[in-house]
């Protein structure tokens, strides 16, 4: 980016076409997020290290979530209503849970189903 005047001595900024278009990508991933955090106040946030181990499919979801938040399965069990014994099956691929018991497990962990399914 480059500093230039107009014929009035008004400051004004000359940038690339590259440069402009990444300002404008980032103005959009701005909103986007600010848009998000709106939309999810009260979610929960999950660290980088646990959203990449999701992504490299060493960690389920829900068991992302749930030590994002600091609960044991035990502590899930309890604010959910689900067995532990269940969580463990679910976090280790083991079963396929029931939609009532993805709404139990998501609502206890203040998230939507699509955040804890794999």
Partial sequence: MNEALTLKGEAMIVMTRA???????DIGDIAIAE?????????????SELAHA????KLHPLAAW?????LTQADLAEK????????????GG?????LS??????AALK???ESIID
């Fill in 19 to 25: 440069e402009y278009d990444a300002l404008v990508e």
């Fill in 94 to 98: 083991k079963i396929d849970p029931r």
């Fill in 66 to 70: 749930r030590q994002a938040v600091g």
């Fill in 80 to 91: 959910s209503g689900v067995r532990a014994a269940t969580i463990s099956d679910i976090e």
């Fill in 35 to 47: 848009q998000a955090m709106m939309h999810d106040d009260g979610a929960p946030s999950m660290p």
């Fill in 101 to 106: 018991t993805l709404k139990a497990l998501a």
């Fill in 54 to 57: 999701v992504w490299d499919g």
């Fill in 111 to 113: 998230l939507d189903i």
